[in-house]
């Protein structure tokens, strides 16, 4: 993979990659003492000046205010330090820390690490977004749907050895359901519902050591899906029409932010959290991060006595049709509309889930929880693509469990609409998927999505500059096996005046 990035070689990147797959923190104090960087460290949100750097405190005999001091710097052994401070780690926010240092250089790597109670932790790796002028290129990796107990992490263990710009994390960081005990690794405890429940499955989560190298080598962008929170939930509607799901919604929320490299200002408020905005790459590209869960109209005709999702023909549910309904709230649907950069050469919108039209039978079914459920609001953002002629507009997501690679049209009924947009839905880190066999026949009642795998684990590798987007589909051989190789499935192009994937 080319890339614009001269200060670090491949050799830094592997030896970086070596580094972290040792112990995830380094004892300074006695060796008895209690690790406090058991987590590991991560770093998100990459701005052109700035960037968070998040780690959380371990151990149970931890004061209820922890100093934490950080230091970041221009090179790996910290010889050029160029900022550091303290922060206070609170017992009420689970003793995370989200450190914002400021006035940082654009578009350039730096290195990171903390100190608390005589330990320190591992080195991470970061960078800053370029500056607005540059015309730096951009790769990163599409990730999505990590359910520990379907698999190990063999593809962070990849990726994280990557020159990659960031990770986009496109939600199901974690799941809040109860292993069976059959699982090739199961989740501590039951159905999570409470802020405890909710802090220790993160925890769990990030004992992964494939899982802390892939925060440590580079910066994530994140957004959430529904099972950070409760599977198929909308808006303030809990899947089983629970009748505390705004606490529930409240706990979950709290323990996201405390988890994840997002700034202070994110800090949830109540059942509450602004999670979308947009995130420039210099001249090149610019992202809009999405959240289809908080805001959206609850699912249509759902199953007797739920909430959540089914499957049904509009014909037995008319309110598919109703142009009222919105996925994304009318606030945050205007605020798309109006972040849309007719400027810049790529237009990404991370989301969650996939956008293009598919029915799994001959005869028009609908998936009332994805973008099929909402198909009206799915038409007013591509005809406002359209009609605005928004350039390279590449909608990236997850949520299904499968690589589908397809075209976006204002109208998916008519073959001869135009392709307005381009979609990458990406495969799960090791959620399973559906039968291939569904996919394969469904793929035949769906010729605007051009391939269609429920039976990949991975990411997607992701390279854009001025003319073209390159994207490899990586896909884990053996996802039961935490070493498992990663290899290439197929190879798709997008050039940049035109829209619409071709295989490479
Ligand atoms: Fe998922």
Redesign the pocket.
């Known amino acids: 993979m080319t890339h614009d990035r001269a200060s670090l070689t491949r050799r830094g990147w592997l030896a970086l990659a070596g580094g972290i797959a040792a112990p995830a923190f380094i004892r300074c104090a006695r060796a008895a003492d209690v690790p406090r960087f058991a987590l590991g460290v991560a770093s998100g949100q990459p701005l052109p000046n700035s960037v968070v750097l998040w780690t959380r405190l371990t151990g149970s005999d931890l004061p209820a205010r922890t100093p934490v001091r950080w230091e970041l710097a221009q090179d790996e052994s910290f010889a050029r330090v160029v900022a550091r401070g303290e922060e206070i780690a609170l017992a009420d926010d689970a003793h995370s820390v989200h450190a914002e240092p400021a006035g940082l250089e654009p578009g350039r790597a730096y290195w990171y690490r903390f100190e608390a109670l005589g330990q320190r932790s591992a080195t991470g790796r970061t960078r800053t977004a370029p500056g607005p002028d540059t015309a730096a290129g951009l790769s990163f990796a599409l990730a ?2 990590q ?1 520990w107990d379907h698999g190990h992490y063999a593809a962070w263990r990849q990726l994280a050895t990557q020159p990659f710009d960031f990770v986009l994390f496109v ?2 960081y974690i799941y809040e359901y109860m292993s069976p005990p059959t699982a090739l690794r199961r989740h501590d405890g039951g159905l999570v519902r409470t802020l405890e429940q909710y802090r220790a499955r993160y925890a769990q989560y990030k004992s992964d050591p494939a899982l802390q190298a892939a925060h440590a080598a580079m910066p994530w962008l994140l957004v959430w ?1 529904d ?1 950070e929170v409760d599977n198929d939930y909308a808006n303030l509607q809990g899947q089983t029409l629970q009748s505390d799901f705004r606490d529930q919604r409240a706990a979950a929320y709290r323990a996201y932010w405390e988890h994840m490299p997002f700034p202070k200002s994110a800090r949830p408020r109540g059942p509450d959290m602004r999670i979308y905005g947009r995130y420039d790459w210099g001249a090149l590209a610019c992202i809009h991060a999405i959240d289809d869960r908080q805001y959206r109209d609850v699912q249509v005709c759902p199953k007797p006595g739920r909430g959540g999702s089914n499957t049904v023909r509009s014909s037995e549910c008319p309110a598919l049709l109703d142009p009222q309904r919105t996925l994304l709230g009318a606030a945050q649907e205007r605020w798309l509309a109006e972040s849309w950069d007719p400027q810049r050469r790529w237009n990404l919108l991370a989301q969650q889930t996939l956008m293009a039209r598919f029915s799994w039978t001959s005869e028009p079914t609908y998936w009332t929880d994805g973008w099929d459920g909402y198909a009206p609001a799915r038409k007013r953002l591509l005809q406002t693509v359209a009609e605005r002629r928004i350039p390279g507009v590449i909608v990236l997501g ?2 299904v ?1 499968a690589n589908y690679v397809a075209d976006l049209k204002v109208d998916f009924d008519d073959p001869s609409a135009a392709v307005v947009a381009t979609e990458f839905c990406g495969t ?1 880190i090791t ?1 399973r998927g559906t039968a291939q066999e569904r996919v394969t026949e469904a793929l035949r009642h769906n010729p605007h999505v051009h391939y269609g795998r429920t039976d990949q684990r991975g990411y997607v590798a992701c390279r854009l500059d001025a003319e073209a987007l390159h994207a490899q589909l990586m896909v884990v051989e053996r996802p039961e096996d935490a070493a498992s190789a990663v290899g290439v499935a197929a190879r798709f192009v997008v050039d940049a005046k035109r829209p619409g994937a071709q295989l490479e």
Do not use: F
């Open positions: 999505s749907c359910r939600g199901d899906d099972h997850g949520d469990h799960s959620s």
